[in-house]
Nanobody, 120 residues
Framework: QVQLVESGGGLVQPGGSLRLSCAASGSIFSINAMGWYRQAPGKERELVAR???????KYADSLKGRFTISRDNGKNTVYLQMNSLKPEDTAVYYC??????????????WGQGTQVTVSS
């Protein structure tokens, strides 16, 4: 059984910062890419950022410069540092990882989501 557990969401004022964490646990043999997606009310889920096991990153164009993704391979954990937050960043943020487990093949896993609310 593989689980992704997110933490770090909450309420923050515009211009503030938050750091999200997502730890993968269970019968994990290897993790390929890890990333963050978000879904605002009434909108589709969208990519925020992804990072490969080698450290290559990809960001949504609109978020470059404000958000930074990183990972600790030894801890099977991915982070998202969010700075200069705006009200339009309000969404549920989901962790995603491509994991090789006891099934014997890579498959996508999702966390339960963490709410980020940017409001004064």
């Amino acid at each position: 059984q593989v689980q992704l557990v997110e933490s770090g969401g909450g309420l923050v004022q515009p211009g503030g910062s938050l750091r999200l964490s997502c730890a993968a646990s269970g019968s994990i043999f290897s993790i390929n890419a890890m990333g963050w997606y978000r879904q605002a009310p009434g909108k589709e889920r969208e990519l925020v950022a992804r990072v490969t096991s080698g450290g290559s990153t990809k960001y949504a164009d609109s978020l470059k410069g404000r958000f930074t993704i990183s990972r600790d391979n030894g801890k099977n954990t991915v982070y998202l540092q969010m700075n200069s937050l705006k009200p339009e960043d309000t969404a549920v943020y989901y962790c995603n990882a491509d994991i090789l487990s006891a099934y014997g093949y890579y498959r996508d896993y999702w966390g339960q989501g963490t709410q980020v609310t940017v409001s004064s």
